[in-house]
Antibody, heavy 119, light 107 residues
Framework: QLQLVQSGAEVKKPGASVTVSCKVS????????VHWVRQAPGQGLEWMGI????????RYAQKVQGRVTMTTDTSTSTVSMELSSLRSEDTALYYC?????????????WGQGTLVTVS | DIQMTQSPSTLSASVGDRVSITCRAS??????LAWYQQKPGKAPKLLIF???TLQSGVPSRFSGSGSGTEFTLTISSLQPDDFATYYC?????????FGQGTKVEIK
């Protein structure tokens, strides 16, 4: 049973950067793939990208490509997501979620969410 | 990107009702579809994957069907805990995309 614990809420000004972290426990960190999904207030879910803690490889959604960077720290079993050049439309709840495969990813474990407010 | 369209957007129902939510994909996704339940202030919870496989621990009143471009989530007898928003998600190809959600509310 995996547990994903995310960092706390952030308030940022437009143009700034934010880093949200996701600590994974309960199983081998490098066994899973970690995704980031965001949800703007009152809106649906939007996939942002995936990172493999095992290889460090990542891929990002075109919408945030160039502004997002996902990294892993295997010593602390933590994945981080940095989003730069923040805009008001980046205000959202950011979730990390895991999948056991890269090819057919459905999200079985989720973090509690981190609210990022850009204002 | 594959577009996912859910209907209805809102569904009003009573405890004990049988309810169905439809999800349509803009192109064939075989059976690579998942359903999630989300309650206010909480992360989504995986209910069903591969169109019809029930996630461990999910009550059997939930079921999924479909393939290709049309899919259905059915709750056989709505319980008080089931009032929530439901999302479908395709994972046939990246980027993964979600439907806009269906809110199931108390009639």
């Amino acid at each position: 049973q995996l547990q994903l614990v995310q960092s706390g809420a952030e308030v940022k000004k437009p143009g700034a950067s934010v880093t949200v972290s996701c600590k994974v426990s309960g199983s081998s960190f490098t066994t899973y793939y970690v995704h980031w999904v965001r949800q703007a207030p009152g809106q649906g879910l939007e996939w942002m990208g995936i990172i493999s803690p095992g290889s460090g490889g990542s891929r990002y959604a075109q919408k945030v490509q160039g502004r997002v960077t996902m990294t892993t720290d295997t010593s602390t079993s933590t994945v981080s997501m940095e989003l730069s050049s923040l805009r008001s439309e980046d205000t959202a709840l950011y979730y990390c979620a895991t999948t056991s495969t890269e090819l057919y990813p459905y999200f079985d474990y989720w973090g509690q969410g981190t609210l990022v407010t850009v204002s | 990107d594959i577009q996912m369209t859910q209907s209805p957007s809102t569904l009003s129902a009573s405890v004990g009702d049988r309810v169905s939510i439809t999800c349509r994909a803009s192109q064939s996704i075989s059976r690579w579809l998942a359903w999630y339940q989300q309650k206010p202030g909480k992360a989504p919870k995986l209910l069903i994957f591969t169109a019809s496989t029930l996630q461990s621990g999910v009550p059997s009143r939930f079921s999924g069907s479909g393939s290709g471009t049309e899919f259905t989530l059915t709750i056989s007898s709505l319980q008080p805990d089931d009032f929530a928003t439901y999302y479908c998600q395709q994972y046939n190809s990246y980027p993964c995309t979600f439907g806009q959600g269906t809110k199931v509310e108390i009639k």
